[in-house]
């Protein structure tokens, strides 16, 4: 198993620009997180999903967009970039209501300038 | 809602020397504890729970925790550490039946020869 994925693992975006941070995992798991990580703030939830074709907000969704259209991705999209979105993005994902532990993907880390 | 406190951001230690990394919650309900660690340049990964039953537990590589209901503290301890044990370690916490875990600000460990 490869678990969580993620591309790209470094991205250099210049202000305005565009993208796609990808995440897969392959363990059938229906819970998935996208997190940002700045130094010192910990991790801050940007959306998650409960299963195909739900999603719903975290507590910093503002400037990032999401889908779930298959179990295993949960793509998050970033449409106007901002300096403010310089950040480690992690995805993670969860198999079950009862099963609380999170598998985390390696990162992506994000500068925009 | 909930709240997580790391007390330290940054704990330096020698080699060998006991440690102890503080975490304390708030929460108006039950919630389930966790301590993740993340090793530079990775992910998080999960470290140590508890879910029910006995307050304290323990990890595989030596590290254990104790929930303390009263004092509503997950402190994670270890009594002998190693340069390997250099990381960052994360709090989090997450109410029964919530898809959402409320992760602390992060502690550094830094784990001198």
């Known amino acids: 198993n490869a678990g969580v994925t993620q591309t790209p693992k470094f991205r250099i975006l210049k202000i305005g620009q565009s993208m796609t941070l990808q995440c897969t995992q392959d363990?059938?798991?229906?819970?998935m997180y996208w997190y940002r990580q700045d130094p010192g703030m910990g991790l801050k939830l940007i959306y998650y999903?409960?299963?195909?074709?739900?999603?719903d907000k975290g507590e910093v969704p503002n400037g990032y967009n999401v889908s779930r259209s298959t179990t295993e991705d949960f793509p998050l999209r970033l449409e106007l970039a901002a300096p403010s979105q310089t950040s480690v993005y992690f995805c993670?994902?969860?198999?079950?209501?009862?099963?609380?532990?999170?598998?985390f993907g390696p990162g992506t880390r994000l500068t925009v300038t | 809602a909930q709240s997580v406190t790391q007390l330290d951001s940054q704990v330096p230690v020698f080699e060998e020397a006991p440690v102890e990394l503080r975490c304390n919650y708030s929460?108006?309900?039950?919630?389930?504890l966790f301590w993740y660690v993340q090793y530079p340049n990775q992910g998080l990964q999960l470290l140590l729970k508890?879910?029910?039953?006995?307050?304290l537990v323990e990890s595989i590589n030596g590290f254990e925790a104790e929930f303390n209901k009263s004092q509503t503290s997950f402190h994670l301890r270890k009594p002998s550490v190693h340069i390997s044990d250099t990381a960052e370690y994360f709090c989090?916490?997450?109410?029964?039946?919530?898809?959402?875990?409320?992760f602390g600000r992060g502690t550094s460990l830094i784990v001198h020869p």
């Open positions: 363990m059938n798991h229906n819970y």
């Open positions: 999903s409960v299963g195909a074709g739900i999603t």
């Open positions: 993670a994902s969860r198999s079950a209501p009862s099963v609380y532990e999170q598998y």
């Open positions: 929460s108006s309900v039950s919630v389930y």
């Open positions: 989090a916490v997450q109410p029964g039946g919530s898809y959402i875990p409320t």
């Open positions: 508890y879910l029910s039953g006995s307050t």
